[in-house]
Structures are given as C-alpha cells and as structure tokens.
C-alpha cells in the first residue's frame, strides 16, 4: 500500500525499537514476509531476546483464564469464551495479568511480565534459533543494534526492580537473577556462576548494582543482538552492528547522571528530536544529524555510508562496528567476551541435560 503514499513498494525498509526491535526480527525469520520488505533494522531487540517466544504456554493460558473467568476444558471453549469478551474485559484482564512487573514471590517459570509468543507453524515456522540455523529466512541488510546501558535505569524502574537503596550484595544479585528468569531465562542453577562472573571482582555493594545492570543488559540485549547480527552475516547477508553510547539532553532527572546510553535513548537522535529542541546543546544536534543520515542512507541503498559520515564497517568476520556517540567510530567484537562466556555457561548446561542414550535389551 507504500504506492498510495508516494513510496516505492519495490524499496521497503521497516524499523523498530525494543519490542518493535523483535517484531522485525521475527519479520526476517518469517516465511509469510518473503519479499514484503527490502531492508532492516533492530534497535535493541531481536527474535532471541529471552521472553520473546515459549515452547509452552499452558501457564500463561491458565492464568488468563483463571482471571477471565473461562473454563478450560479444550481450546476451542476457552477461545470461544474469550472472543466473548468486550474491549473493557480484555483490557481489564490485561491490568490484572501484571505485565511488566517482576514477580517477586511466586514461581519465576509461571510468571509473565510479557506475554511470549507462540510458534505456530505459521507466523514463524520453527522457534528462531532453528530458523537461524538453517539460514532459512529473509537475507536482506540488516542494522542490528544496542544501547550501551540497556538496562541502566528505564527497565529497572519499569519492572520495579528492588534496586531503590542503589546497592547490592552477592547473594541478593544472584537470588534477584532468578526471579528474572523470565526475561533473562538463565536457569537458577547458574545464577551464581554469573553473577561471580560479573561482579565477584568488586566488595562495594554500589558497584556491585552497576555491575548487574550490566549482566542483565547482556542477557537481555547484547548477546541475542551479536547472535543474530553472527547468523544474518553467515547466511551471506550484508550485516551492520552499532552501539550507542550517548545521553540525550531530553533525560529524566530521575535518571542516574551516570546512565549514558539507557533502553530507548537512541530514539532521540533518529528522529531528530534536538533538531525541534530549542536548546539542545549542538554535539547533540550534530550527533542526531548523523544518525538520521546514516538511517536514510541505509533505507535508500540498503548501506548505511555517505560522504561527510564516519566509516560503518560491514560486520564481517572480523566483527568491525560502530560506537555512536559524541566520538562517533568504529570498533571490532562488539560483546565478544560476554558473548563468548555465556555461550560456554549455557552449552555446558544443555549438554549436562541431554538425556544419555542407554542400551538395553529388548
């Protein structure tokens, strides 16, 4: 329908951020888009991004109905007494079911502060993971991006993460990792071997906070976000990674001074936001010009370069980037180590669970 709006339905790009950031992730994998849209960007979520997709959702089902007041006895009766509900109801459910809250006492492998979606053969065929293994998806260029503080202070706060004496011990770190569970997915059984990693080095409690805001945004942003940028790059399609490290003028006061480049920050510069802002200091409207070009340029060619912009390297092999920021360049293995470390932590664990094959006889 571009056409009808003076666009070009042969040149779509389609871009989003955070949980619009998935969306064209799961855009990319699905075979329904095929040829619906040429060109791609995720702004800090990608179709990895634990919580995004659960191979069993009965818990999240029941609970709704419970809170509906729907009987479950087959699929058809409960979706039957769904569709039966007005607006109002629905929203109304939507409120009880808590999203966005952290959980801070019930069973973490039943809660839901966001409603996972389901693999339904259809939207996506397989869960990402396999679609990504098999390089089975849509290869169009991909920007593929995070903020260097994901979870500084927007998402925390959001969550009502119990973080207000801005302070943590080792213990509370790694019992507050599980009961994240449900958007960090790491299992409880390796909570403390990540949370030695990241901040065994340090006694102060305030650093030890910092620290595991940093854990949390790696699980939930930079390691999926490198693990899909590796894949789209692997199945032969032209890839660019960035990270933004810049604090816009237009933050709450609330918000930590020592926050530079929290969830959502990067939206200031790409619309261009300091551009309508009377007083936004000139490195910022410098910084957003930027921005903006290399999205438009990307969205026209399909490669974010031009004349007057600092180089963005194609993520190749060897993983060249580029740091947004007041000193806009680039750089190479965006993540690497933590990537490589939580990489290690999780296939040791999968492979301690494979079940052994034993022979018996019949």
């Not at 571009?2 to 855009?27: C, K, M, R």
Request: proline share 6%; glycine share 8%; aromatic share 8%.
């Amino acid at each position: 329908n571009i056409a009808n709006f003076g666009g070009d339905p042969g040149s779509v790009t389609i871009f989003g951020e955070s949980a619009g950031g998935e969306s064209v992730s799961v855009l990319v994998l699905s075979p329904l888009a095929k040829n619906l849209f040429h060109r791609a960007i995720s702004e800090s979520g990608v179709a990895l991004t634990a919580g995004l997709v659960r191979k069993d959702m009965k818990a999240a089902a029941k609970q709704i109905a419970v809170l509906a007041g729907c009987k479950t006895t087959t699929s058809a009766v409960f979706v039957h007494c769904l569709r039966q509900k007005s607006e109002d109801e629905l929203l109304d459910l939507t409120l009880k079911m808590k999203f966005l809250t952290l959980d801070l006492h019930g069973d973490q492998r039943e809660s839901h502060p966001f409603l996972p979606t389901v693999v339904d053969g259809v939207l996506l065929p397989k869960m990402p993971e396999e679609i990504l293994a098999e390089k089975d998806f849509n290869t169009v260029p991909y920007i593929v991006g995070i903020n260097k503080q994901e979870f500084g202070w927007l998402l925390p706060t959001m969550m009502d993460f119990p973080l207000s004496e801005g302070k943590l011990d080792q213990k509370t770190a790694t019992s507050l990792l599980w009961k994240s569970y449900p958007i960090a997915n790491i299992p409880e059984e390796l909570t403390p071997v990540a949370t030695d990693k990241y901040l065994g080095g340090t006694d102060d409690p305030v650093k030890k906070k910092d620290l595991f805001l940093d854990l949390m945004g790696d699980v939930v942003f930079g390691v999926p976000s490198v693990t899909v940028a590796r894949q789209h790059r692997d199945a032969g399609a032209p890839t660019y990674m960035y990270e933004f490290q810049y604090r816009p003028s237009f933050s709450s006061d609330k918000k930590p001074k020592t926050v530079i480049g929290d969830h959502g920050d990067e939206i200031f510069s790409v619309f261009g936001f300091p551009l309508l802002k009377g007083d936004a200091p000139e490195e910022e409207v410098s910084l957003s010009k930027t921005v903006m070009k290399f999205w438009a340029n990307f969205a026209r060619s399909g490669n974010p370069n031009g004349e007057g912009l600092p180089h963005w390297p194609m993520y190749d092999q060897e993983e060249g980037y580029l740091q947004i920021g007041v000193n806009t360049q680039a750089a190479k293995r965006l993540k690497g180590d933590e990537v490589a470390f939580w990489n290690d932590l999780l296939s040791k664990e999968a492979a301690k669970k494979t079940p052994k094959i034993k022979h018996a006889e019949l």
